[in-house]
């Protein structure tokens, strides 16, 4: 079974500052990686994806992320973070030909100026 | 405009009265699902549908009940609402056929239950 771990609840962080969200999942079987955001009292938005190719994707507002399959992690980053991207952030897996998400217990990013 | 929805938005009820949340994917999509979220514990995947009128558990069904008569539309019963059922719920649609495709997330419904 498909598992994931966001270690942090909580990662306050100071507005400009590089910020780090860590992902771990485990699986035995090939995954699609995810990171949905949530913004206050909104739906999940997807943030991006990795499938398959370049194990760097990023998104269209400054995120990136970094598949690593031999740490099974796959880590969201910011160089220079915004009041706006407060929010909370879920990591997510999908095993190859099913449809099923895991997510993780996320990840609530508190940007103060 | 591609879109799930979801009513009611916010819904508080006592316990024992039967209530359905609807949900409505106006993109053609096959798989349907319904999630709860709860502090600390994430995302956790109620029931889920493949097509019209094929449904099964999630990891998290004790309680609920959902149909699938038409495709567009995947409403999620609770006979008899309990206060542990109190939670953020989601329901989200994708379309099989393919890898990589996204799952698209209705606004979210905020039930309490007292």
């Known amino acids: 079974a498909q598992s994931v771990t966001q270690l942090d609840s909580q990662v306050p962080v100071f507005e400009e500052a590089p910020v780090e969200l860590r992902c771990n999942y485990s699986s035995s079987v090939s995954v699609y990686l995810f990171w949905y955001v949530q913004y206050p009292n909104q739906g999940l938005q997807l943030l991006l994806k990795y499938l398959s190719g370049s194990t760097l994707v990023e998104s269209i507002n400054g995120f990136e992320a970094e598949f690593n399959k031999s740490q099974t992690s796959f880590h969201l980053r910011k160089p220079s973070v915004h009041i706006s991207d407060t929010a909370e952030y879920f990591c997510a897996v999908r095993t190859t030909g099913f449809q099923k998400l895991v997510f993780g217990t996320g990840t609530r990013l508190l940007v103060s100026p | 405009e591609a879109q799930v929805t979801q009513n009611p938005r916010y819904l508080i009820t006592v316990t024992g009265k039967k209530l359905t949340v609807t949900c409505s994917q106006n993109?053609?999509?096959?798989?349907m699902s319904w999630y709860r979220q709860d502090p600390g514990l994430g995302l956790r995947q109620i029931y889920y549908?493949?097509?019209?009128?094929?449904?099964d558990k999630g990891d998290v069904p004790e309680g609920y009940k959902v149909s699938r008569k038409e495709k567009r539309n995947f409403p999620l019963i609770l006979e008899s609402p309990s206060p542990n059922q109190t939670s953020l719920y989601f329901c989200a649609s994708t379309p099989l056929g393919g890898d990589g495709y996204e799952q698209y997330f209705g606004p979210g419904t905020r039930l309490t239950v007292t």
């Open positions: 993109m053609n999509h096959e798989y």
């Open positions: 549908s493949m097509n019209v009128e094929v449904t």
